[in-house]
């Protein structure tokens, strides 16, 4: 089956091997012309993952339509930032036929939607169809072939069900769901969370702080996924709390790192450079910022974590006014 993958950085990448790997001819969908010629000429990304080599069966080009045409599947794999833009030159291409996955992680700064929600405004007819990837999967241990195991999820079980056998291999197992708003706002939330674990390390602190910040930052999850309309228990899950300890434990993740930089001293903008990728947990810790206050949801981390980014707060401060808090009940 031809699949198009659209977007080129390191997960995108990813994801078209995994599929390669499963005898799929595998088009790869991005604007850069120096990855399109890279994969094109030497069957290597290597801006985004430029020690893993591609299958054969990967393919790329700077023309979306010649991506998408005939394609069996079509896999979003792009910033937050871009995906309405991206969506909606998608739809001028999508046709219905194809099965239509989301597979980026994060919230829409300044309204707050989830990824799905925007896809669904710009391509309406695949609304009540359309599929989210996600869990504990950074990018460059499944190009290394590492196994671990994902969610997909849909408010339709078939297109669940479809995508669940397309990325299920011997290195991705895959569960479905079908609390669609979980498995979103887990993959969104849990890059906040992970840039304070970043600040933890980078401010030099042990164990006892991540696992505390990890888990307390855990229940903001649930608070604010849970006053969306999520259900609880898929915060317990991969989706949930499997993502957030990959994402605040290794140094492969960006938000992690973005928190070190930040932790050791570093501005805002200074953090960001140093990782040189994007890092989701930025604009959606805004986004979850704004969605806590009007939903009316306690989430001081989520709150320290945005005045940290947003208002110039210092570290040391954000933590003293975390610590110092009225005590309450756990």
């Known amino acids: 089956m031809k699949i198009a993958i659209i977007g080129g950085g390191s997960w995108g990448t990813a994801l078209a091997l995994l599929l390669a790997d499963k005898g799929n ?14 994969i094109r000429a030497n069957h290597r990304n290597s801006k985004y993952l430029p020690d893993v080599e591609l299958p054969k069966g990967v393919w790329a080009a700077g023309d979306m339509g010649e991506v998408v045409d005939e394609a069996g599947a079509v896999v979003l794999a792009v910033p ?3 995906i309405r833009q991206v969506a909606e030159q998608l739809a001028d291409v999508w046709t219905a036929e194809a099965l239509l996955i989301n597979a980026g992680k994060g919230l829409e700064s300044l309204t707050g939607l989830r990824l799905s929600q925007v896809i669904s405004e710009a391509i309406p007819e695949a609304a009540h169809r359309v ?3 996600s869990g504990p999967n950074l990018a460059v241990e499944v190009a290394r072939r590492v196994p671990t195991a994902t969610v997909v999820a849909s408010r339709d079980e078939e297109s669940a069900m479809s995508a669940q ?6 290195y ?3 569960y479905r769901s079908s ?3 979980g498995v979103e706002l887990g993959g969104a939330l849990k890059n906040v969370i992970a840039i304070g674990a970043g600040i933890s390390d980078g401010m030099g602190f042990g164990d006892n702080s991540k696992a505390t910040l990890i888990t307390r930052g855990l229940v903001e999850m649930m608070r604010l996924g849970e006053a969306l309309g999520a259900q609880a228990r ?3 899950g991969l989706a949930g709390v499997g993502d957030l300890m990959a994402t605040c434990a290794s140094r492969l993740s960006r ?3 973005v928190g070190i930089a930040l932790g050791r001293g570093m501005n805002v903008d200074q953090a960001l450079e140093s990782v040189k990728q994007v890092a989701e947990g930025v604009p959606t810790c805004r986004a979850a910022y704004n969605l806590a206050a009007t939903y009316r949801i306690y989430a001081p981390i989520t709150e320290q974590l945005y005045l940290v980014l947003f208002e110039g707060k210092s570290p040391q401060d954000a933590l003293a006014d975390l610590m110092l808090r009225e005590p309450k009940a756990e």
């Open 234 to 236: 898929t915060f317990t």
């Open 25 to 38: 001819e595998v088009w790869v969908w991005t604007p850069e012309s120096d990855v399109v010629e890279d």
């Open 80 to 82: 937050s930032s871009a």
């Open 131 to 133: 599929v989210v990837l």
């Open 165 to 170: 056998e397309l990325f299920g291999c011997a």
């Open 179 to 181: 609390d669609v708003i």
């Open 255 to 257: 938000n992690l790192r």
């Open 172 to 174: 991705l197992r895959v």
